[in-house]
């Protein structure tokens, strides 16, 4: 099968809104290949390897490569898309001097490509990801992550996600309930049960997403523990009396998945999205959260930790901690104990 291949080339700044944007005009997999050169600096805290070959792309931009299927008519998406990216500055972003192409490619000629990049990751002193056609022995106490990200996002190497799974491993004292929100791969889901939580409800609005995610639970043993959920928080919200119940399953939009009876109030919330989205449901996370509950945030880049961390004041949180790694930022929040 062939597929149609639009590759842009932009600042990485713009990174979480070109991805958004490309997946919103119907893309069927996204990629992201970041500048890379010998003297950048990176974070070796945990002994990760960055054995990624060097490449042409100039400092400051990365390289997007987004599919669509062969029947779609590239041409409007395009002038489409363009037209999004010039309009980027109004939201606090800036794409530079950014480039589109199209082209086409064999589905064998990228499918697996990219998975010689995907190597096994440290991402704290407890918590490693796999990827699961590498071979890789744990050392001591080390809890392996298995994942297979499919084309949905989260191999755990991107440095939002990163960030997630650090303070999930300082948060969870064990036994939590935790509502994972966009949880792509599931790895943020899988990682909480890693580190001792008791159940997580993951949810996604992506059907591929929903799938994939189940597909990982299931590789790490966790389909008892974790449901999926074709939903956003709102959506769990107004249906939480179904949650909770005895059934054997939760059927959404043909996706089946085990019920394994999260219900909110929940201990911890789990977010990596993009900041406009989690400035919409701020509100949302409170009201869902245990007095004394925990919300852990990222996909935030530089640019936007103020009017994150000014919407989670407003909204009554805390600020625990503010965690960084690169250009970007993920808040641990706690709900006042005394609030209901």
């Given at each position: 099968m062939r597929w149609h291949e639009i590759?842009?080339?932009?600042?990485?700044?713009?990174?979480?809104?070109?991805t958004h944007y490309l997946t919103e005009l119907g893309a069927g997999?996204?990629?992201?290949?970041?500048?890379?050169?010998?003297?950048?600096?990176?974070?070796?805290?945990?002994?990760?390897?960055y054995d990624t070959p060097l490449n042409n792309i100039r400092p400051g931009y990365a390289e997007f490569k987004a599919y669509f299927s062969e029947d779609t008519k590239m041409e409007p998406i395009a002038v489409e898309l363009k037209t999004l990216l010039e309009g980027l500055p109004e939201f606090g972003y800036d794409a530079g001097e950014f480039t589109i192409t199209v082209g086409d490619v064999h589905e064998d000629d990228w499918?697996?490509?990219?998975?010689?990049?995907?190597?096994?990751?440290?991402?704290t002193e407890r918590l490693t990801i796999k990827p699961t056609w590498e071979e890789y022995t744990p050392q001591g106490d080390e809890l392996i992550i298995e994942i297979d990200p499919g084309m949905a996002f989260g191999t755990g190497a991107h440095a939002t996600t990163a960030l997630c799974l650090k303070a999930l491993d300082s948060a969870i004292k064990g036994g939590e309930q935790i509502i994972d929100v966009g949880t792509g791969s599931g790895v943020l889901a899988i990682g909480a049960m890693k580190l001792g939580a008791s159940k997580v409800l993951a949810l996604d609005l992506d059907p591929v997403a929903v799938k994939c995610a189940q597909e990982n639970i299931e590789l790490n043993g966790y389909e008892k523990?974790?449901?999926?959920?074709?939903?956003?928080?709102?959506?769990?919200?107004?249906?939480?009396?179904?949650?909770?119940n005895d059934s054997s399953a939760n059927v959404s939009n043909g996706i089946t998945t085990a019920t394994v009876g999260v219900t909110p109030p929940v201990d911890l919330v789990v977010a990596n999205i993009l900041a406009e989205i989690i400035l919409l449901f701020i509100g949302d996370v409170m009201e869902v959260l245990k007095p004394g509950g925990i919300y852990i945030?990222?996909?935030?880049?530089?640019?936007?930790?103020m009017i994150v961390e000014a919407g989670l004041l407003a909204a009554g949180f805390e600020i625990i901690d503010v965690l960084r790694q690169e250009e970007w930022i993920a808040f641990v929040a706690g709900k006042p104990k005394g609030e209901s």
């Open positions: 590759t842009v080339l932009a600042t990485e700044s713009s990174q979480e809104m070109v997999g996204v990629s992201v290949e970041e500048a890379w050169s010998a003297d950048k600096p990176r974070d070796t805290t945990y002994g990760e390897l499918a697996d490509a990219w998975k010689q990049y995907f190597k096994p990751i440290a991402i523990e974790v449901e999926v959920r074709l939903s956003d928080l709102l959506g769990v919200l107004h249906e939480s009396e179904n949650i909770g945030t990222s996909g935030i880049y530089k640019n936007k930790e």
